[in-house]
């Protein structure tokens, strides 16, 4: 593995996460063997990297979102590595000041 283990990042709820790439040397797939990405965000894999993509939908308060990546190389061997991403709610109620 190249990316280390742990948080991938903090990301507001219905925001773009851009792409994050996860890299691991020799992977010829990946895929999500526990947990769960955020509503909206994909893993799509290519040669040695994965990438995250998406919108987050779906996110009502503060969550963490914890998985686990599989790699996968040519010849079966199969590395897994855990990560996280963070989903922050912004304030929904709004205040009322009277004089």
């Known amino acids: 593995?190249?990316?280390s283990a742990g948080s991938l990042g903090t990301f507001a709820a219905g925001a773009s996460v851009g792409t994050i790439t996860i890299t691991c040397t020799d992977a010829t797939s990946f895929s999500i063997t526990s947990g769960a990405l955020p509503g909206g965000l994909t893993l799509n894999t290519a040669a040695t990297n994965a990438t995250i993509t998406g919108t987050e939908s779906g996110a009502t308060s503060?969550?963490?979102y914890n998985f686990t990546v599989t790699a996968t190389d040519a010849q079966g061997q199969t590395s897994d590595r855990a990560f996280s991403i963070a989903i922050t709610v912004g304030i929904s109620n709004a205040m009322r000041f009277d004089a």
């Open 1 to 3: 593995w190249v990316t």
């Open 62 to 64: 503060a969550t963490t």
